[in-house]
C-alpha cells in the first residue's frame, strides 16, 4: 500500500486488492465512502448561552453502531443543566475545569460532587441523575455513550423540559410551591439544555460543605477516575497507553477507555478486541487508520486533530502517528466495562512458523523472521 496516496485520498478508501497466490481471490468490496471514519473536525458545533455542542452517532457517522459521542465546550458557569438519560456516559476532560454532580439511586440519596481537569473520566450509569458546570476557565470534555443512535440533547430527560411541560399543579405539588410560582417562574415547553449561570464561587470543600442535605450519604463507588495520572498498561519508546477500566475504576462495569500517546511515525500494533467496539478521538496529531470487518471489506484513512474513527467488536485495525516528528495523542472508548486486547503478533507467536507459514500460503523462513516481541506501541524503526 502506498502511503502518500493514502495521505493524499484524506479520509476515503484508498486500498486495492492485490491478488492473492492463494485459492480465494478477494473481490475487495470496498465502499467509497467511509463509514468507520468521520471528519468530525469540520463539523461546526452549535452554540448556547452555557457551552457549544457537536455530537457524533450514526446519523452523522454510520458505521458507528454502539458508541455515539459528544463534544461539549462549557463557557465560565455554563452549566449542562440537570438531566439523565437511559445511556452509559463515560466522559474524559480535555481542558479547563468542571464540577460534576452524579446521584445515585438509593434512600439515602447517595450522590458525590467532584471538580474535573485535564484527563479526568466521570463514569455515570445508565439514568443516574448529573449536571456539570464550566468553572473559572470553563471546561472542554468528550463524552461517549454506549448507544450509537443516542444524541445528548433530543434524548435526555432534564429539568427543564420535565417541568416546563408537567401540569403546574401537579410540579407545584410535588416541588412544595405554589402553581402560581411555576408559571411565573417556569416557561412553557422550554429545554435550556445548556444555559449560562455565574461561575461558581465556592471551592469544592464549600460547595459540599453547603449543599450536603441530610440523609445524603457517599456514594459506594466513586464516579471520578483520574486517567491521566495512572500508571500506564503499555509504555514504550513508541508511546503508552493509560486505561481505565472495571479492573482499576470499579463502577465502570459498561464502558471503560484509554488515553494513548503516540511518538513520532508510532503504530498502535494490529490487534483486535474480543470484547468491545471501539471508538476513536484525535487530541492532536495525524493518525492513519485501518480496519477490516470482513475479508475484502476494508477501510483505511487519515485522521486529523479532532476527527473521528469506529473499530466495531472484534474487526481487525491499527493506527499509525503519520508525523515523523510530533507526537499524537487519542481517546478511545469502548463498551464494555472489561478491556480486552489480542495483538496479532501474541496469536502468531502461539502457533509455530509452519502454521504461520501455511496460513499465508509462503515460507516457513518468513514466519520465523517476524519479531513476536514487538511492544502494542512500535516504535518507528
Ligand atoms: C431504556 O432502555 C430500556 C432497555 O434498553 C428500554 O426498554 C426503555 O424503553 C428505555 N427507556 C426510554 C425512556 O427510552
Ligand atoms: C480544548 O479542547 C478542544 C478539543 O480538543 C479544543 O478544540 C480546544 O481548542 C481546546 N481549548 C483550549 C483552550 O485548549
Ligand atoms: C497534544 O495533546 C497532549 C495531551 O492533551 C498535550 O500534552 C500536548 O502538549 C499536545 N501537543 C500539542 C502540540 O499541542
Ligand atoms: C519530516 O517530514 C518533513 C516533511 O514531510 C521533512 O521536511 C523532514 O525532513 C522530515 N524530518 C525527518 C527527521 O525525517
Ligand atoms: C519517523 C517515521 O516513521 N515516520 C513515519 C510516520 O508515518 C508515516 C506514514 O506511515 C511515514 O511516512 C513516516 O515515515
Ligand atoms: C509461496 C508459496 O508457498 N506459494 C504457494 C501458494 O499456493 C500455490 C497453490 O496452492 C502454490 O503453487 C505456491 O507455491
Known amino acids: 500500500m502506498n502511503w502518500l496516496t493514502l495521505s493524499l485520498s484524506f479520509l476515503t478508501t484508498s486500498g486495492v486488492t492485490e491478488p492473492l497466490s492463494s485459492v480465494l481471490h478477494l473481490q475487495g468490496s470496498v465502499s467509497n465512502s467511509p463509514i468507520y471514519m468521520q471528519q468530525w473536525s469540520k463539523v461546526e458545533p452549535l452554540t448556547y448561552p452555557g457551552g457549544t455542542y457537536k455530537y457524533s452517532n450514526v446519523e452523522n457517522f454510520p458505521g458507528a453502531a454502539g458508541i455515539s459521542a459528544a463534544l461539549i465546550t462549557l463557557f465560565p458557569g455554563g452549566v449542562r443543566e440537570l438531566h439523565w438519560h437511559n445511556t452509559t456516559e463515560w466522559a474524559i476532560v480535555l481542558n479547563g475545569t468542571c464540577r460534576a454532580t452524579v446521584m445515585e439511586s438509593g434512600k439515602k440519596r447517595p450522590a458525590e460532587t467532584w471538580d474535573f481537569g485535564f484527563g479526568d ?35 435526555s430527560i432534564g429539568l427543564s423540559a420535565w417541568l416546563s ?21 417556569i416557561s412553557r415547553n422550554e429545554l435550556t439544555f445548556l444555559p449560562r449561570g455565574p461561575v461558581p464561587a465556592a471551592s469544592l470543600e464549600e460547595f459540599r460543605a453547603r449543599i450536603g442535605r441530610p440523609p445524603q450519604q457517599p456514594v459506594l463507588q466513586t464516579h471520578r477516575f483520574q486517567l491521566a495520572q495512572v500508571t500506564p498498561e503499555v509504555d514504550t519508546p513508541g508511546g503508552y497507553i493509560k486505561v481505565a477500566q472495571v479492573e482499576n475504576f470499579p463502577v465502570s462495569e459498561e464502558m471503560s477507555g484509554a488515553f494513548v500517546r503516540f511518538a513520532p511515525g508510532a503504530l498502535r500494533q494490529l490487534h483486535w478486541h474480543p470484547g468491545h467496539a471501539e471508538w476513536q478521538y484525535v487530541i492532536n496529531g495525524t493518525v492513519a487508520a485501518g480496519l477490516i470487518t470482513e475479508p475484502g471489506v476494508y477501510e483505511e484513512g487519515v485522521l486529523e486533530q479532532g476527527d473521528a474513527g469506529y473499530a466495531p467488536r472484534g474487526s481487525a485495525h491499527w493506527l499509525k502517528n503519520m508525523s515523523n516528528d510530533t507526537e499524537a495523542f487519542v481517546i478511545l472508548m469502548f463498551d464494555d466495562g472489561l478491556f480486552t486486547n489480542i495483538d496479532l503478533p501474541w496469536f502468531i507467536g502461539n502457533v509455530d512458523p509452519e502454521t504461520t507459514a501455511t496460513s499465508l500460503n509462503t515460507s516457513v523462513a518468513f514466519a520465523e523472521a517476524m519479531n513476536y516481541a514487538l511492544p502494542t506501541m512500535v516504535p518507528a524503526e
Request: some cysteine; proline content about 5%.
Open 121 to 155: 473520566v466521570w463514569y455515570f450509569r445508565p439514568n443516574e441523575g448529573h449536571t456539570i458546570q464550566g468553572l473559572r476557565d470553563g471546561c472542554t470534555y468528550l463524552a461517549g455513550y454506549d448507544d450509537g443512535m443516542f444524541e445528548d440533547r433530543t434524548r
Open 165 to 185: 411541560t408537567a401540569p403546574p399543579g401537579v410540579a407545584a405539588q410535588g416541588l412544595g410551591v405554589t402553581e402560581g410560582d411555576i408559571t411565573r417562574h
